[in-house]
């Protein structure tokens, strides 16, 4: 079952607003569209009256692409400011810090530059 299907309602981050709509961003691989018309069932002169940038609300989603993890979104008929400040969460260190990183950096350093000397021999060939 998919996690995002018509007629729900998601929680999302406006990351875009442009004249014609505000972008969306649902998790790393959906983005959304709610287009000018999906914003008021009254003109909307500016989006901005509704909407900025980091705002995050609720939507109905219209329709879903699958295929390029897109979703079409509407606000319009619902109360979409509902809770509309994400939740602040604890940030809980690791026993091991840094250390994994400070570790690993030097090998991925190495293989990076014997990456690149490969490039520059096989391209003066």
């Known amino acids: 079952m998919a996690k995002y299907t018509k007629g729900k309602i998601v929680r999302g981050t406006v990351t875009c607003i442009e004249p014609y709509g505000a972008f969306m961003s649902f998790n790393e691989y959906y983005t959304g569209l709610i287009h000018i018309s999906e914003i008021s069932k009254d003109f909307v002169k500016d989006i901005h009256n509704f909407l900025n940038v980091g ?9 879903v692409n699958e295929e390029e993890a897109q979703l079409k979104l509407s606000i319009k008929n619902i109360n979409y400011k509902i809770n509309g400040k994400p939740r602040k969460r604890k940030i809980v260190e690791t026993p091991h810090g840094f250390a994994t990183l400070s570790r690993k950096l030097p090998i991925w350093i190495n293989k990076q530059i014997k990456k690149e000397k490969n490039k520059e021999n096989s391209i003066d060939k």
Not at 55 to 63: A, P, S, T
């Open 55 to 63: 705002d995050h609300i609720y939507v109905e989603i219209l329709d």
